[in-house]
């Protein structure tokens, strides 16, 4: 049996696509979580000086939306063919896009600078990009292509993120994407993990 350790700080973050992409496909892993004091050391232990890590076996990889799309084809949750693939890594990346403004907002240390960053994600960055997932997931049900894939997933988890740290419901005003989250989260292995996983940001 293939063995998983995924290395990562203790919040949701980048890791939490990964962590629910596992649990969709029933593998067991270890969730290996530290603190940001921990980090310098571990840092120097890593490919690129970067987590997510995740272990396979005796081999280690790096980056988020690799390790997805890696998962994603033994899942079963990638595209039919280029095209649709193309649209997932469309999606990804724009989801990657909202993480670059969550992650700016989040490291600010000025608070009237971290309050325009924040009135900006809840303003523009959220309706923006929001708007456009809704209009994709009225019309099939989902946001990449008309059937589940790793991106709808990925999306998902950066809501909660938004949710945790910007504190808006960021999914209100968008009920298709509810209904997404809503089948998305009730899928079985993605509930369990949901259940059970420690309740951070």
């Known amino acids: 049996m293939t063995k998983y350790k995924l290395t990562y700080?203790?919040?949701?973050?980048?890791?939490?696509?990964?962590?629910?992409?596992?649990?969709?496909?029933?593998?067991?892993?270890?969730?290996?979580?530290?603190?940001a004091d921990k980090w310098p050391e571990l840092k120097s232990k890593t490919i690129f000086g970067k987590v997510p890590m995740l272990q396979i076996d005796d081999k280690v990889v790096c980056e988020t939306t690799a390790i997805c799309r890696y998962l994603a084809v033994e899942a079963g949750l990638t595209?039919?063919?280029d095209w649709d693939n193309l649209q997932v890594d469309m999606i990804a990346g724009t989801v990657m896009d909202i993480h670059f403004?969550?992650?700016?907002?989040?490291r600010e240390q000025d608070p009237k600078k971290k309050?325009?960053?924040?009135?900006?994600m809840i303003n523009e960055t959220v309706p923006y990009y929001f708007s456009k997932y809704e209009e994709r997931a009225k019309k099939t049900g989902y946001i990449a292509i008309n059937t589940l894939t790793w991106a709808d997933?990925?999306?998902?988890?950066?809501?909660?993120c938004i949710d945790g740290l910007v504190g808006i419901k960021s999914l209100d005003n968008y009920p298709a994407l509810l209904?997404?989250?809503?089948?998305?989260?009730?899928?079985?292995?993605i509930k369990q993990w949901i259940q059970k996983r420690p309740n951070t940001r």
């Open 179 to 189: 209904a997404l989250k809503e089948k998305v989260y009730n899928l079985p292995g």
């Open 79 to 81: 595209g039919k063919n």
């Open 115 to 120: 309050e325009e960053l924040r009135l900006k």
């Open 153 to 160: 997933i990925f999306f998902l988890t950066y809501t909660e």
């Open 9 to 35: 700080f203790d919040v949701k973050g980048l890791a939490e696509p990964i962590r629910m992409l596992l649990s969709y496909m029933g593998k067991e892993f270890e969730d290996n979580r530290f603190t």
């Open 101 to 106: 403004e969550i992650v700016t907002f989040y």
